[in-house]
């Protein structure tokens, strides 16, 4: 029946393409609750496996309970959750934002997700696998057995899953704002619920006496290999986790980084499911156990470093390869009866959610220091000896040895982190680390504070510098020439955003004014007992404001408390993350509002794939500020980085003093950049990859 094939496959192609459209959608609009955290992503990955989860398990229910022995119960069912999804939808509710908590971080994510996109996610994520019982009912021969179950869908709906996730950040993020993104897409689900009404209205009514038996010549599934549709698409999603946190915090904090190792996931499953001939289990074996053993050995040597791209693309390939086996191995195991086709799926989806889950949500909360890669492939070393058991004693032999090697290097890295950390603690925003080394030049004790392998602060423990200002701070960067000319003399309020070692509380003096705004509970106690920056300052008034900056000003404001900031720096990115909520005109207001007459806007843009500075100069442009982009170069002796600085003041003269004027420059303007706003921002424009 070609025809019905070419509905069914529409529509679980439309389903998964809206499925993945509404996830990085849905996430950029959670990003401005948490601060923009790159773990905000992980997360939001936790709940769509998660929904996922929920929808196949709605699937499964839904075509196995008693009352369906006509098919006119699933039918109904269906029909009013569409109905009441399509309601939800018209009243506005799908993408109404939820509560914010930067207190409880996955628990806002959680609930603002539920709250906006779940019951939709939950009829999307269910389609696949109805549609495929559906199918097998539809196509049952007039021998009143079932056909076999058409295992391409499943491969169709990841390739629109594919397309989705490609199409968002380079066509649909830089051209369309959120709104339209949101009415779009809303018409994307209507024309979803048109295709399903079209799918139920094909389902012939069968009485009880005429459902299709199963043949007797398809044996249930062995418990065996239910076990296994679960554990290896939980290594699979431990391997997406893991390798996409390490990538994108440990090895290279690019924009849309994340989508290589999503996409990675999502053609094995389509190799595994649409193209099976194509997996080659002696071949995918043999390049698994090497990957595992390179990438083990490149863990454990802290000072081993290839260039970056040559690093991305191994572990790209290692999270191909290991995907693919576990894939590819589930399909092996599929069910041979069209009744467990909806456990099957079940069971897969249970699994990603478990490994997603293990490794965004528990691992951190367990773990003091980021293991989660090296957990990630025991895990999947434990898995192939399972599925490769009946494969002989060699086999056996070698999978047990990488079992154990690698369970070996998780706790070689441990103790390795214990050893050299004078602390180490890790929650939903990242791992922190301080560490104690010998400075160069002046052989001093050096103490650094690490986001990852970030650093995002440094002390040189010597009489005459310990109260100096380091890395990107120096007294010649944008912030130090902003606070030092900002007052002519007279005491000043200064507020930054973002805490770090503390360091610009180097800066205050007698009378002066501090106000940090930090969201990592974590990082206040580091700096205030690991760093004396803080302590040691003049100022005899330093605040420091938990949580999300924007929102903390935004309340100040609204208790009509405005700070009257002299200056007021921006510096709240971790390594290469931008939180873009903090960049857009709607930020700029704000900040505006707290600064005092002629105050001063200094944003910290150091970064090595994005040239901010024009973006900075088009929001200042539009602001009706004059703005300057600093750059200063590194001082080993004195502990100091490159850096970049944009300032920005309505002080016409503030850029006309010689020192500044000196070391400041004017911002080109790129054409057909396009002004941030609350609705739209997108990183593309910006991006410079051919430079590193």
């Known amino acids: 029946m ?11 192609f439309v389903s998964a393409f809206l499925l993945f459209l509404i996830e990085p959608l849905a996430a950029k609009q959670i990003l401005p609750i948490l601060g923009g955290s790159s773990a905000v992503w992980l997360t939001c990955l936790v709940f ?11 699937a499964h229910w839904v075509t196995t309970s008693w009352r369906n022995l006509d098919l006119t119960f699933q039918r109904r069912t269906h029909r009013a959750m569409l109905t009441f ?113 079209f799918v139920l209205r094909t389902q012939q009514i069968l009485p009880a006496t005429t459902i299709p038996a199963e043949p007797d010549e398809a044996p249930p599934a062995p418990r065996l290999h239910r076990w296994l549709w679960f554990l290896l698409p939980m290594a699979a999603a431990m391997q997406l986790s893991a390798v996409t946190a390490h ?110 889950f293990l490794v965004g949500i528990v691992f951190p909360l367990v773990f003091s220091a980021n293991y989660d890669l090296a957990v990630a492939f025991f895990a999947t070393a434990v898995l192939a000896l399972a599925a490769t058991w009946e494969e002989g004693w060699l086999q056996r ?66 009489p005459g510098l310990s109260h100096i200002p380091t890395t990107y701070y ?61 302590r040691d300052s003049h100022a005899p008034s330093i605040d420091i404001v938990p949580g999300d900056a924007r929102t903390s000003l935004a309340a100040e404001l609204a208790a009509n408390h405005p700070q009257h900031f002299d200056v007021l720096a921006v510096d709240a990115f971790s390594g290469d993350a931008i939180p873009l909520h903090l960049l857009t005109a709607e930020a700029i207001q704000l900040y505006l509002q707290h600064l005092a007459p002629n105050g001063i806007l200094a944003f910290h843009v150091s970064n090595q794939y994005l040239d901010l500075a024009p973006e900075l100069a088009l929001l200042a442009r539009a602001a009706h500020l004059e703005v300057r982009d600093i750059n200063t170069g590194s001082i080993e002796a004195r502990g100091e980085f490159r850096s970049e600085w944009v300032l920005m003041t309505s002080d016409p003269t503030f850029f006309t003093q010689p020192e500044i004027l000196s070391l400041s420059d004017r911002i080109p303007l790129r054409p057909n950049l396009r002004l941030w706003t609350d609705d739209y921002s997108s990183l593309l424009p910006i991006l410079q990859l051919n430079e590193h």
């Open 2 to 12: 070609p025809s019905t094939r070419l509905l069914y496959g529409t529509t679980a």
């Open 48 to 58: 769509f496996q998660t929904a996922l989860l929920l929808g196949y398990l709605y």
């Open 85 to 197: 999804a399509c309601i939800a939808l018209g009243l506005g509710l799908t993408f109404r934002p939820g509560l914010s908590s930067a207190a409880h971080p996955v628990a806002t994510i959680f609930w603002s997700l539920t709250r906006t996109i779940g019951l939709p996610f939950l009829l999307l994520a269910s389609t696949s696998p109805l549609l495929q019982r559906w199918l097998s009912h539809q196509e049952a021969d007039t021998s009143g057995r079932p056909a076999p179950v058409w295992f391409r869908l499943f491969a169709l709906s990841n390739t629109g899953s594919l397309l989705a996730l490609l199409a968002y950040p380079t066509l649909v993020e830089p051209h369309l704002t959120l709104r339209l993104q949101r009415a779009l897409w809303a018409l994307g689900f209507l024309l979803f619920v048109v295709l399903t009404w």
């Open 247 to 356: 990538l994108t915090v440990n090895i290279a904090a690019i924009p849309l980084l994340w989508v290589l190792p999503l996409a990675t996931y999502l053609i094995t499953f389509i190799v595994a499911f649409d193209r099976p001939a194509l997996y080659r289990r002696p071949i995918v074996v043999r390049l698994l156990v090497v990957l595992l053993a390179s990438l083990g050995y490149a863990l454990s040597k802290t000072d081993f470093s290839l260039p970056i791209y040559l690093t991305i693309l191994f572990f790209l390939v290692e999270c191909f390869v290991a995907c693919l086996f576990c894939h590819g191995e589930t399909y092996a195991l599929r069910p041979r009866r069209a009744s467990e086709s909806t456990l099957f799926y079940l069971l897969i989806a249970a699994g990603g959610a478990a490994g997603t």
């Open 397 to 462: 032999l070698l999978w047990t040895t990488a079992s154990v090697l690698l369970l070996a290097l998780a706790i070689a890295l441990h103790l390795s982190f214990q050893r050299e950390a004078l602390v180490q603690v890790r929650n939903f925003y990242g791992s922190l680390r301080v560490t104690q080394g010998d400075a160069p030049v002046v052989h001093a004790p050096l103490r650094t504070l690490l986001h990852g392998t970030i650093q995002h602060g440094t002390q040189i423990f010597d």
């Open 474 to 534: 120096a007294t010649d960067s944008g912030i130090g020439l902003a606070l030092r000319f900002c007052c002519n003399g007279r005491t000043k309020n200064f507020g930054v955003i973002g805490l770090g070692a503390g360091t610009l509380a180097a800066y205050g003096h007698s009378g002066d004014r501090i106000r940090f705004y930090e969201i990592n509970p974590q990082v206040e106690p580091i700096a205030r007992h690991l760093f004396t920056y803080i």
